[in-house]
């Protein structure tokens, strides 16, 4: 099971971070979080990574209907996206909500269509940055 849709950009860490949300932005998410994974094992583990940052991506029309559906479906929201380096490339992933609604939807058509919806325009703004970049 793939549970992500993956894109490597031109782009430095922080211009990469830019042009996700921009992208996001255009489908509809706004970034509710952001989790810069470098600094947080710096901090408490003393550890040096790559650059690596998480954002939680939401929908707020998907994530309503997703919520009125199944209201267990908020332990997998918001969707994950991660910008990270590695090998001297950025590479940018948004998790496919289709994959993870799965375990939650069962037979319910209707989160099922939201999940769809949702991973639709996270690969459409991940494939947008691929071709701008």
């Given amino acids: 099971?793939?549970?992500?849709?993956?894109?490597?950009?031109?782009?430095?860490?922080?211009?990469?971070?830019?042009?996700?949300?921009?992208a996001l932005a255009d489908q509809?998410?706004?970034?509710?979080?952001t989790i810069d994974i470098k600094a947080t094992l710096a901090a408490k583990l003393g550890q040096q990574v790559d650059d690596y940052t998480i954002l939680g991506a939401c929908n707020p029309r998907l994530a309503h209907a997703a919520l009125s559906a199944s209201p267990e479906v908020g332990l997998l929201l918001?969707?994950?996206?991660?910008?990270?380096?590695?090998d001297d490339?950025?590479?940018?992933?948004?998790?496919?909500?289709g994959a993870l609604l799965g375990m939650a939807a069962g037979?319910?058509?209707e989160l099922g269509d939201t999940a769809a919806?949702?991973?639709?325009r996270l690969?459409?703004?991940?494939d947008t940055l691929s071709r701008s970049s």
Wanted: proline share 4%; charged share 25%.
């Fill in 78 to 86: 918001p969707c994950n996206v991660t910008v990270r380096r590695a």
């Fill in 123 to 126: 690969r459409a703004a991940l």
């Fill in 89 to 97: 490339r950025t590479i940018v992933q948004a998790v496919d909500p």
């Fill in 1 to 22: 099971m793939q549970i992500a849709h993956t894109v490597e950009v031109d782009l430095d860490h922080q211009q990469a971070i830019d042009a996700v949300t921009a």
């Fill in 28 to 33: 509809g998410f706004g970034v509710l979080t």
């Fill in 117 to 120: 919806d949702a991973g639709k």
């Fill in 107 to 109: 037979d319910d058509a």
